[in-house]
Nanobody
């Protein structure tokens, strides 16, 4: 089984920066696309950013120009650099990944437990 563990969440002031990390571990043949999603109180979970194995990226309009997603394939880790943070960015951020456990298995999707990001004064 593949496990995703997020880190880097916390409290930050408006305009500040934070970097989230998510490391995949377990039985891994290949980690394909990875991404970050978030869920604010009273709202549905939404896509923040995704990145393919080849490092092609896409972002939600609400975070373009402020957030940057990246990955280290050697470490099976994805990052989310968040700059110019706003109170509306406050949410639980979840890591997501498509991965194969063996060459013969089909690709499955996995979720992390989430990490809290709070932007306030």
């Amino acid at each position: 089984q593949v496990r995703l563990v997020e880190s880097g969440g916390g409290l930050v002031q408006p305009g500040g920066s934070l970097r989230l990390s998510c490391a995949a571990s377990g039985s891994i043949y290949m980690v394909d696309a990875m991404g970050w999603y978030r869920q604010a109180p009273g709202k549905q979970r939404e896509l923040v950013a995704t990145i393919t194995y080849a490092r092609n990226t896409n972002y939600a309009d609400s975070v373009k120009g402020r957030f940057t997603i990246s990955r280290d394939n050697a470490k099976n880790t994805v990052y989310l650099q968040m700059n110019s943070l706003k109170p509306e960015d406050t949410a639980v951020y979840y890591c997501n990944a498509d991965a194969k456990t063996t060459y013969y298995d089909y690709e499955s999707n996995y979720w992390g437990q989430g990490t809290q990001v709070t932007v306030s004064s």
